[in-house]
C-alpha cells in the first residue's frame, strides 16, 4: 500500500457498537451487517478505540481531524466510552491539532448528562427524526414495533436545553415522500431547527429477497421514487428560497449552491470521484465506505495497518475512480452532471433510456429538481461572487416573477414564456394569469 496516494484529508465513520440498535427501523440498511460478525459482542474495546483515536490523528495530515461516530446506535456504547475517547484524542493528538467531534444518534437514550458531555466538547449531533409524530412512527419503531416519536423529541429538548449544536437528519420514504412542506414546516416551526438533511431512502432487493448488500434492481415498497424524491426537494426549496435562505441550512441545497459557485462538492456523493470517507467498524475493520460494508469491500484492520495505507490503497483508489469511471453517457451528456455527478454508486443499478447500465435509480428526480433550481441558483451564485449575501434572493425572485407574469400576461397564445424557460408563456409564467 502506497500513502503517497492517500488524500491529505479523509473521513472515519466509526461504528463503536457495530450494527446493533435498540430501534428496529424498518428501512435500516445496517442491522443486518451485525452477520458479518457473529458471535461478536459488537462492543468496540479500548484496545481498538486507542488504535482508532491514534491511527486517526495520525494519518490526517491538514489542521483538522474529525473524530465521527455513528451506528446501530452509538449511544449504546454508554457515556464513559466516549469520556475515553476525549481523553484519548488529548493524548495523541499533534500540537496545533483541532479536533472536531460529531455523533448520529436517534436520540431516544440523551439525557443531561449526554447532553452536557456535548456542550462540554463541542460534539455536532446528528439527530434522526423523519418528520411530525405519524410520518416518523410509520417506520421509526422499537424492538417491539412501538413508536418512538415522544422519546426522540425529549432528546431533542435535552439537547436544545444544553444548546448543543444540532443537524437534523431525516431519511425521506414512501410514507414521508407526499409531505415534503408539513415535513419541513414542522423541522422549522415547531422543533425551530436551522440545520437540516434530508436522505433518500433506496432499498435494494437482493436474489435471497433482503436488502443486507448493495445488490440488485428492484427496491422495497418503503423506498422513495425517483418522481417523489424530485417533487420532495422542489416543494421544500420553492418555500426555502423565498424566505429561508440564511436562517434555514438545507445540506441539499448548500451542496447545489456550491457547484453553481463552481466550489469543490460539499458532500461526497456529489463529488466526481469517491473513495475519501471510509467505515470502521467494532473490530476495527476497515471498509470502502458506510454504504458497502460487504466482505468484498473490507481494506483490513487499523491495529493491523495505517489508515492512511487502506485509504491510499491502490484498490480503495479504484474503488473512488470507478463512480467517474462507469459513469453513463447518458450523464455525461446531462446538463445538470456539473451538480450530480451520478450521486451516489449505491443507487447506480438501473439502465438509461438507451439501454446502458449504471443509470442512478434517483436520476429524473435530481433532473428535475437540479433544472428547477437553476434560475435562483444563478442569482445567489451572481450575488456571492459580487460580494453580497445570497439572502437576498428572497427580494430579487419575486419581484422578477412578478415581471414575468405581467410580460407573459401579454404574450400571444403561442408565444414563448419570457422568463426563458423555453415553454410556452401560457403554461409557464402566463399561468398565473388563468
Request: hydrophobic fraction near 40%.
Amino acid at each position: 500500500m502506497d500513502t503517497a496516494t492517500a488524500p491529505l484529508s479523509f473521513h472515519v465513520l466509526a461504528k463503536p457498537t457495530g450494527a446493533i440498535c435498540n430501534l428496529d427501523c424498518k428501512y435500516c440498511f445496517f442491522l443486518s451487517k451485525a452477520e458479518l460478525y457473529p458471535g461478536s459482542e459488537l462492543r468496540m474495546t479500548d484496545a481498538v478505540l486507542e488504535w482508532y483515536i491514534r491511527r486517526q490523528v495520525e494519518a490526517q495530515q491538514g489542521p483538522e481531524v474529525t473524530i465521527a461516530w455513528q451506528g446501530g446506535e452509538p449511544t449504546l456504547a454508554g457515556l464513559d466510552f466516549y469520556r475515553r475517547s476525549v481523553e484519548l484524542v488529548e493524548k495523541h493528538r499533534r500540537p496545533g491539532q483541532t479536533v472536531r467531534y460529531t455523533i448520529q444518534t436517534n436520540g431516544t437514550l440523551l439525557d443531561d448528562d449526554w447532553c452536557a458531555f456535548f456542550r462540554a466538547h463541542n460534539f455536532l449531533v446528528g439527530l434522526s427524526i423523519d418528520g411530525p409524530r405519524s410520518l416518523h412512527d410509520a417506520y421509526r419503531v422499537d424492538k417491539g414495533g412501538k413508536p418512538t416519536f415522544d422519546r426522540v423529541i425529549r432528546g431533542w429538548g435535552f439537547l436544545q436545553e444544553h444548546e448543543v449544536d444540532v443537524n437534523i437528519l431525516c431519511t425521506v420514504h414512501a410514507a414521508n415522500a407526499e409531505s415534503p412542506r408539513e415535513v419541513y414546516r414542522f423541522f422549522r416551526d415547531e422543533l425551530g431547527a436551522r440545520f437540516i438533511q434530508f436522505i433518500p431512502i433506496v432499498e435494494r432487493v437482493n436474489a435471497d429477497g433482503g436488502t443486507r448488500f448493495q445488490e440488485g434492481s428492484t427496491v422495497t415498497d418503503r423506498s422513495v421514487t425517483a418522481a417523489q424524491w424530485g417533487r420532495f426537494l422542489v416543494a421544500i426549496f420553492d418555500e426555502w428560497v423565498r424566505r429561508d435562505v440564511g436562517t434555514v441550512f438545507v445540506q441539499m441545497f448548500d451542496a447545489a449552491l456550491a457547484s453553481w459557485v463552481g466550489a469543490p462538492p460539499a458532500v461526497c456523493i456529489f463529488a466526481e470521484t469517491c473513495g475519501d470517507a471510509v467505515a470502521l467498524m467494532h473490530t476495527g475493520d476497515i471498509y470502502s465506505c458506510d454504504h458497502f460494508v460487504e466482505p468484498k469491500y473490507l481494506l483490513g484492520n487499523l491495529t493491523e495497518a495505517p489508515l492512511g495505507e487502506m485509504v491510499g490503497s491502490a484498490r480503495q483508489r479504484a474503488f473512488g475512480a470507478a463512480k467517474q469511471d462507469t459513469l453513463p453517457r447518458y450523464c455525461r451528456e446531462c446538463p445538470v452532471r456539473f451538480a450530480c455527478h451520478g450521486e451516489c454508486p449505491k443507487n447506480r443499478f438501473i439502465l438509461t433510456p438507451d439501454g446502458e447500465p449504471g443509470l442512478n435509480y434517483l436520476c429524473a428526480g435530481y433532473k428535475a429538481f437540479f433544472t428547477h433550481i437553476d434560475r435562483p441558483m444563478r442569482i445567489m451564485a451572481d450575488l456571492l461572487r459580487r460580494g453580497r449575501y445570497a439572502d437576498a434572493v428572497t427580494q430579487i425572485l419575486p419581484a422578477e416573477e412578478a415581471r414575468f407574469v405581467a410580460a407573459a400576461s401579454r404574450a400571444g397564445r403561442n408565444d414563448l414564456c419570457p422568463c426563458g424557460s423555453g415553454q410556452k408563456a401560457k403554461r409557464c409564467h402566463g399561468r398565473a394569469n388563468t
